[in-house]
């Protein structure tokens, strides 16, 4: 065998290695992403829907204390806290 191809040699075991360790991180990168993704998909409806209700609990929240300021108002405050207590539990 002469020095040339132990040099060639050598390369192609270098390359080939180089290859594997590429492929290797391509698949670990797409799997990441995938994971990434539908954790990121998850926490967007969770965080929706935790905005829901404090929007929900600030309208409630608002309607009660017109209620007690307005007492002249009370039943048009309470209609829509009644409105808005059956969205929040439906």
């Known amino acids: 065998m002469t020095i ?3 040099l060639i040699g050598g390369y192609v075991i270098v390359l080939a290695l ?3 360790v590429a492929a290797i991180s391509f698949y670990s990168l797409n799997r990441l992403q995938t994971t990434y993704d539908r954790f990121i ?3 967007e409806r969770l965080v929706n829907g935790a905005d829901e209700l404090r929007f929900g609990i ?3 929240i608002a309607h009660f ?3 007690l300021l307005y007492p002249d ?9 009644q409105d808005d207590h059956r969205e929040f539990n439906a």
């Open 4 to 6: 040339g191809k132990k």
């Open 18 to 20: 180089l290859a594997l």
């Open 41 to 43: 998909d998850v926490n």
């Open 58 to 60: 600030r309208d409630q």
């Open 65 to 67: 204390r017109g209620m």
């Open 73 to 81: 108002l009370a039943k048009r405050f309470m209609a829509d806290l």
